[in-house]
């Protein structure tokens, strides 16, 4: 373990911070490429005649694709390291998102979903990874509450931009744009990022600050010490974190592949004024990030009230209750802005939940295997994300109403907190072994 870093902040200098901005940017990109299609799917569904089914499942090849893709991604991020995979899968998902707006049948829009979902898959278990290299492990959940919040940048101005790209050149024109982006931002990345071990111009007092506290790119344990990648699912935290995400990405995806939808047909908007509306949650879904972050931090510096893991854990688990029940009674309210004051709520609490969930795997896994914690967790999360869109469009078709797709979404996204709170506990590592650091043992947890 690194010796204490005593240097005043002032002195340290705040390189780390910038490398958040530059995940901020990387995961705004990835969102808009993402949320494409729910700003496109009223056009798509007029000119090429499709049904809220069909688009609940081009939403859930996606995420099965995504989900089954987060295995090799957090492996690929801690094999090969976080700037050629993230430059890598940048520049592919741009390309994949360009490649939709080219389809014109629902076979191969299917195809371009699924190729989407797999080259996206490394974004956020490669940003966690970076995140428990650059940062100590008590700002790991203020660093993710940046780069986590922009899945709500995302989302938030992809509604206005892409439909006015929609309105004055087709829905395939906004594919292009989303998708460019990705290309460049690919490119840029692979040029400027480093290690804080190898950054040039970084202050040796931050280098220190950063190392003292479990940053850093190097191993934390030896490599015959390191869980193998099987022996994960042996661990109830690792059960926990992959169902508390599968329940929160849950009631996510209901949001990013519906609300558009939910607004025209239930609010009798229209498809320009549904782009500022719908924006709305997601804005607040930014802040709920960002606060997120900061209340784990006082409670752990402000009020030493808690260690960093059960910090997060009170953070989710009050969070994640407040979200499912505004979500439980949108369907009961009776005017459109009641019905979007519970889901801008809903938002902020659930983004809450989101950044902190994304902070865990660095406080229950050495540094070395955090990218795989992490693809594991997004892996159990999107089996979810692969239902939820599905069974959404099914409750909507089959019933005329989104009532029972809300409700039951907001139960489950509640019961986030709960597996967080009870299943997630103990550090990851073999049987018998110690933690580097602390001198304490570990032992089997299941």
């Not at 940062?135 to 940046?146: G, V, Y």
């Not at 709305?280 to 893991?309: H, M, S, T």
């Not at 489950?412 to 009870?422: D, K, P, Q, R």
């Amino acid at each position: 373990m690194q010796p204490l870093n005593t240097s005043p902040p002032s002195q340290r200098g705040n390189k780390r911070w910038g490398v958040a901005f530059i995940l901020l940017v990387g995961g705004f990109i990835n969102y808009l490429d993402r949320a494409s299609l729910g700003v496109a799917a009223p056009s798509m569904m007029s000119d090429l005649h499709l049904t809220n089914t069909d688009i609940g499942l081009m939403g859930s090849v996606f995420s099965l694709c995504f989900a089954f893709s987060q295995l090799p991604a957090g492996w690929l991020a801690d094999r090969f390291g976080p700037r050629k995979v993230y430059a890598s899968a940048a520049t592919l998902w741009g390309l994949s998102t360009m490649l939709t707006g080219l389809c014109s049948t629902l076979p191969a829009l299917l195809a371009a979903r699924g190729l989407l979902g797999m080259t996206e898959a490394p974004g956020w278990p490669t940003s966690a990874k970076i995140t428990s290299i650059w940062f100590p492990r008590k700002e790991r959940a203020l660093a993710s509450s940046i780069w986590d919040a922009s899945s709500r940048w995302g989302l938030a101005f992809a509604p206005p931009l892409l439909v006015f790209m929609s309105i004055h050149f087709g829905w395939g024109a906004l594919f292009y744009l989303a998708g460019s982006l990705g290309v460049i931002f690919g490119v840029v990345f692979f040029v400027i990022y480093r290690h804080p071990e190898n950054h040039p111009s970084m202050t040796q007092a931050e280098r220190d600050y950063i190392l003292a506290d479990g940053g850093g790119s190097l191993p934390q344990q030896p490599a015959g010490s390191r869980v193998k990648w099987a022996e994960l699912f042996r661990y109830k935290s690792m059960w926990g974190m992959m169902l508390g995400w599968f329940c929160y990405i849950w009631l996510f995806n209901i949001f990013v592949t519906f609300l558009p939808l939910y607004l025209m047909k239930t609010q009798n908007m229209t498809l320009s004024s549904m782009g500022v509306y719908a924006s709305i949650p997601y804005l607040a879904g930014i802040v709920g990030a960002a606060l997120g972050g900061f209340a784990v931090k006082w409670l752990i510096d402000g009020r030493r009230v808690a260690e960093p893991l059960k910090a997060k854990k009170i953070v989710i688990m009050v969070a994640a209750l407040i979200s499912g029940a505004t979500t439980v009674a949108v369907p009961f309210c009776d005017s459109l802005v009641a019905a979007l004051a519970m889901m801008t709520i809903a938002m902020f609490f659930l983004s809450a939940v989101s950044c902190t969930c994304w902070a865990i795997p660095g406080d229950v896994a050495s540094n070395d295997i955090v990218g795989t914690v992490c693809g594991i967790q997004n892996f159990g999360g999107f089996f979810a994300g692969a239902l939820s869109p599905l069974v959404t469009g099914y409750i909507a078709d089959a019933t005329g109403s989104y009532a029972m797709a809300f409700i039951s979404g907001g139960v489950i996204a509640a019961m986030s907190g709960l597996c967080y709170w009870f299943l997630v506990k103990k550090p990851i590592a073999r049987e018998g072994e110690r933690l580097a650091g602390t001198g304490q043992p570990l032992q089997s947890q299941l």
